[in-house]
């Protein structure tokens, strides 16, 4: 059992995450989250492990997990995508609402097919806090939307811009991720 995984199996998991087809014929219920874990990467089943490291760390190790993630490919990100990681790398250390609200604001000059633009998204439907605007009334995001878009932050990153270390990628952010789901601090050394 992971420190920041504690489920005995992932029936509760499965009520909030997706996974495809193949992945669940691999898998049931009944597992435990690391046996889900083992078979998705033996498998190189990627895209599946994403969605579900992003579905059952907690929310701020998801997205801490996320930007870290991001940054193996910094050499890629134009200078605003730069300054909006580093501001959403500064929302999980001190998450306050006004700088929610300034990264939902940026994330609108970046492209919504950029692995940035979905890790910002991943801020501002975190939960804490409304997603309709500042004079409209309270709305809260989708429980586990910040998932979603966390998934997808992730698993854009290991395709877009196109590069050769697909494979790599994924292993520097299955390390990170397991780091983080037994209590570490989820960062790799480059």
């Not at 989708?142 to 196109?162: D, M, Q």
Request: net charge neutral; charged share 25%; proline share 5%.
């Amino acid at each position: 059992m992971y420190k920041k995984i504690p489920f005995q199996d992932c029936k509760m998991l499965f009520t909030h995450v997706e996974l495809s087809e193949e992945a669940m014929a691999l898998i049931n219920q009944d597992c435990s989250p690391k046996e889900v874990i083992d078979i998705l990467q033996k498998e190189k089943m990627f895209l599946d492990l994403t969605h579900f490291f992003c579905h059952a760390l907690p929310m701020r190790e998801v997205i801490w997990w996320t930007v870290n993630s991001l940054e193996i490919r910094e050499e890629s990100w134009s200078p605003a995508e730069l300054q909006l990681l580093q501001d959403c790398k500064r929302w999980v250390k001190e998450p306050q609402e006004g700088q929610r609200r300034a990264i939902e604001q940026r994330l609108k000059m970046i492209k919504n097919s950029s692995a940035i633009f979905w890790l910002a998204q991943a801020v501002v439907w975190n939960g804490s806090g409304s997603i309709a605007a500042i004079d409209a009334p309270v709305v809260y995001p989708k429980e586990f939307l910040y998932s979603k878009a966390a998934a997808g932050a992730i698993n854009t990153a290991a395709v877009v811009p196109e590069w050769k270390n697909y494979t790599p990628y994924y292993t520097s952010v299955f390390a990170m991720a397991i780091d983080l789901a037994n209590g570490g601090p989820g960062m790799i050394k480059r």
